[in-house]
T-cell receptor, first 116, second 114 residues
Framework: DVKVTQSSRYLVKRTGEKVFLECVQDMDHENMFWYRQDPGLGLRLIYFSYDVKMKEKGDIPEGYSVSREKKERFSLILESASTNQTSMYLC???????????????FGPGTRLTVL | GQQVMQIPQYQHVQEGEDFTTYCNSSTTLSNIQWYKQRPGGHPVFLIQLVKSGEVKKQKRLTFQFGEAKKNSSLHITATQTTDVGTYFCAGEGRASGGSYIPTFGRGTSLIVHP
């Protein structure tokens, strides 16, 4: 089974802090994704990566950056956390056997981030 | 970015009743995927439809892909309390920067009353 793990299930930070969310997948997947999930808005793509050191913006990249130094690890960085970044953050990976937009995705358990 | 529309947002049913959620895209999709997220959980892949007019079944769940490959539906027959959760469809969309990306509908939350 594909396993996608995230560093924390719950995280509480203060406004202005730098926040790192880590994601690791163990199935040698090519693609990795960061989403945020808010009630009524579904899953919105923040950034994705199709290869080590490669990244592309999703629909809502503002206020976020990412890093992929190793194939299995994809980090989401909030340079200066704000209260409107309070949300559930979901990491996902996909094999890369078909296009980025059409591949099956495997999700991690999520990190619920609260910014005070 | 490109949108995949999904309705309804919520559906309350009595246990044993049927349930359907609908997904629509303004453009032709290469394929469509369905995911289920249990309360407190994360989305889990259910199925992928690729061909025009395709129908697939998983026990009480029936998935359809429209002839024009612009819409899809998930139908659950005789719902059970174990069906509770949010069902998402996902297709290929375009980010504002032009990249092809997975695009999720906003989901339909199914509430089953015993």
């Amino acid at each position: 089974d594909v396993k996608v793990t995230q560093s924390s299930r719950y995280l509480v930070k203060r406004t202005g802090e730098k926040v790192f969310l880590e994601c690791v997948q163990d199935m040698d997947h090519e693609n990795m994704f960061w989403y945020r999930q808010d009630p009524g808005l579904g899953l919105r793509l923040i950034y994705f990566s199709y290869d080590v050191k490669m990244k592309e913006k999703g629909d809502i990249p503002e206020g976020y950056s990412v890093s992929r130094e190793k194939k299995e690890r994809f980090s989401l960085i909030l340079e200066s956390a704000s209260t409107n970044q309070t949300s559930m953050y979901l990491c996902a990976s996909s094999p890369g056997t078909s296009g980025i937009g059409t591949d099956t995705q495997y999700f991690g358990p999520g990190t619920r981030l609260t910014v005070l | 970015g490109q949108q995949v529309m999904q309705i309804p947002q919520y559906q309350h049913v009595q246990e044993g009743e049927d349930f359907t959620t609908y997904c629509n895209s303004s453009t032709t999709l290469s394929n469509i995927q369905w995911y289920k997220q249990r309360p407190g959980g994360h989305p889990v892949f259910l199925i992928q439809l690729v061909k025009s007019g395709e129908v697939k079944k998983q026990k009480r769940l029936t998935f359809q892909f429209g002839e024009a490959k612009k819409n899809s539906s998930l139908h659950i027959t005789a719902t059970q309390t174990t069906d509770v959760g949010t069902y998402f469809c996902a297709g290929e969309g375009r980010a504002s920067g032009g990249s092809y990306i997975p695009t999720f509908g906003r989901g339909t939350s199914l509430i089953v009353h015993p």
